[in-house]
């Protein structure tokens, strides 16, 4: 049996060219950056050459606006806790959307130990912030505002553009977590009005490991991890030059074929939408147009997620769920009930997210996995409704 | 979003459930929810002298919560109402070769509702 692989939301497999540009880096280039002599040079050289292409992947002032991290989680951090800690003065409260990522809402959510508070913004059925609430709920008090350029559960796209006037007339920083969205959406800080950025380096098809926060030029930052003085002394460690050379190249091949990809695997990913949704008592969630070209996710009334995942992973298929039985917590996904599902609803959820090995033959096999997995699970089930 | 590592049993009875359905005018019926995560299972049985000669159940719930119920069916299968009655948790994640710790709560379900299918049954008696 094929095994097909829709879960690149979770992970994406290294790009070969990637590993092949980055491997010396790994094996022959030892110096440290930091190090003078040459070996430290070349090394420097190359983490100087990543940052430049990460600064033009998202059109940055200039490569000094871009700081290495270990990941996502650790820009997310670096990115609200550096910047409402050093800003305090000028405002204690933090909004953020109900639907973000776990590594953005932990972080806000500790910052009110030390006395912020913590805003939460509603986001509508779709996944979309309420921009109504928006001119409420940030105020002058808010010192940053943390919206995801797009969702990995619900596939859902912000529009970054407007929700960043409302935000700057309130005189707070922006900050925007794009690790979902930055290797299927071209992003330009400048145009966008974007003060704060993250970047993962494996949602690009770059080694894991790697991590950006872009920083707008006059934003004053406190460090969260302390050494050496790295990165301009907000993140200190020697940088893991492996994953940020090839994270750099990363970006540089996505920002060369974004547009062909996108327009290679959409195509798929409606036809897989089209059909699954023919199944009695499906639904798809997040923005039916509004969303993430790779993205299709669903819920299935009367059965559980962690059972789909199961079954479709014997059918040969690797998908992903946030239903409340897969999560450590037993607690169903935030996202799902911030879009206002309720519990049970929320429990029958089905992400499908597609990436560079899927083929359009895949796609048939996919939706009769589907159509074979609900009805069965629905044949074992109580629930009619 | 974590995929769960089950044994090789509880994969067969999740994916070949024995017993599965409903059962019309059953002697006893028992439903139970699950209050961690939200899951529902419901177990039909018949007796004969004392005997449970038929079980059958529905459930609404993860994988291990479907393989437990199928397991709970087939051990009660056969045995006195008393015996049914001692069955517990355990039991069925033993004859399951066990369960990950964050899913023990499944097999609780499991027993609960076939407890609550024989309490039922001897209601009914009683009532008779
Ligand atoms: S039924 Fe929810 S975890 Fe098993």
Redesign the pocket.
């Given at each position: 049996m094929t095994r097909i692989y829709l879960d690149h939301a979770a992970a994406v497999p290294v790009d070969p060219r990637v590993i092949e540009f980055a491997q010396p880096f790994l094996s022959q280039i030892i110096g440290n950056p930091s190090s003078l002599h040459s070996a430290g040079l070349a090394a420097r050289q190359a983490l100087e050459e990543a940052r430049q292409k990460i600064a033009r992947f998202i059109n940055a002032e200039d490569e000094h606006t871009i700081l290495f991290t270990s990941g996502a989680t650790e820009a997310n951090n670096l990115g609200i806790r550096g910047t409402a800690l050093r800003n305090k003065t000028k405002g204690t409260a933090v909004a953020v959307s109900a639907i973000e990522h776990i590594s953005v809402l932990n972080p806000v959510k500790d910052l009110t130990k030390q006395g912020f508070t913590m805003v939460s913004l509603p986001v509508d059925s779709t996944g979309c912030v309420k921009q109504e609430d928006l001119s409420n709920l940030v105020t002058k008090d808010t010192i940053l505002t943390s919206i995801q350029y797009a969702n990995n559960e619900i596939g859902t796209i912000q529009p970054i553009r407007e929700l960043s006037k409302i935000i700057h007339d309130h005189g707070s920083y922006l900050h925007v977590d794009a690790t979902a969205a930055a290797a299927w959406i071209p992003i330009d800080v400048r145009r966008d009005g974007i003060d704060l950025l993250t970047l993962s380096s494996n949602d690009l098809a770059g080694p894991q490991g790697a991590g950006v926060l872009y920083v707008k030029p006059g934003i004053k930052l406190q460090p969260i991890i302390l050494g050496g003085g790295q990165e301009k002394g907000l993140r200190s460690g020697t940088e893991n030059l492996f994953a940020i050379v090839g994270m750099g190249e990363a970006a540089r091949l996505i920002q060369q074929e974004q547009h062909q990809e996108r327009h290679r695997l959409q195509p798929m990913r409606d036809t897989l939408i089209k059909e699954i949704l023919t199944i009695d008592r499906s639904f798809l969630t997040g923005h039916p147009q509004h969303r993430l070209p790779h993205h299709a996710s669903f819920r299935f009334s009367g059965i559980e997620g962690e059972s789909i995942l199961l079954n479709m992973d014997i059918e040969g298929i690797q998908i992903s769920t946030g239903s409340?039985?897969s999560s450590k917590t037993?607690e169903p996904s935030h996202v799902l009930l911030a879009i206002g599902l309720k519990h049970e609803e929320a429990h029958g959820s089905m992400v499908l997210t597609l990436g560079r090995s899927t083929t359009p033959d895949q796609i048939p096999q996919v939706i009769q996995a589907t159509k074979k997995t609900v009805d069965r699970l629905r044949a074992l089930s109580p629930l009619t409704m | 979003m974590t995929q769960v590592g089950y044994s090789k049993k509880v994969m067969d009875h999740f994916m070949n459930p024995r017993n599965v359905g409903v059962i019309e005018n059953p002697d006893g019926y028992g439903k139970v929810g699950?209050p961690v995560?939200g899951?529902v299972m419901e177990i039909f049985i018949k007796v004969h002298n004392n005997i449970i000669t038929d079980i059958k159940f529905r459930t609404f719930?993860?994988g291990?919560?479907i393989a437990t119920s199928s397991m709970v069916t087939e051990l009660a299968k056969g045995k006195t109402l008393d015996e049914a009655l001692r069955l517990t948790r355990k039991d069925v994640a033993d004859e399951l070769d066990g369960l990950p710790p964050q899913?023990m709560h499944?097999s609780n379900l499991a027993a609960d509702a076939l407890h609550a299918a024989i309490k039922n049954y001897q209601q009914k008696q009683k009532l008779k």
């Open positions: 409340a039985c037993l | 699950n995560c899951d719930g993860c291990s919560a899913k499944c």
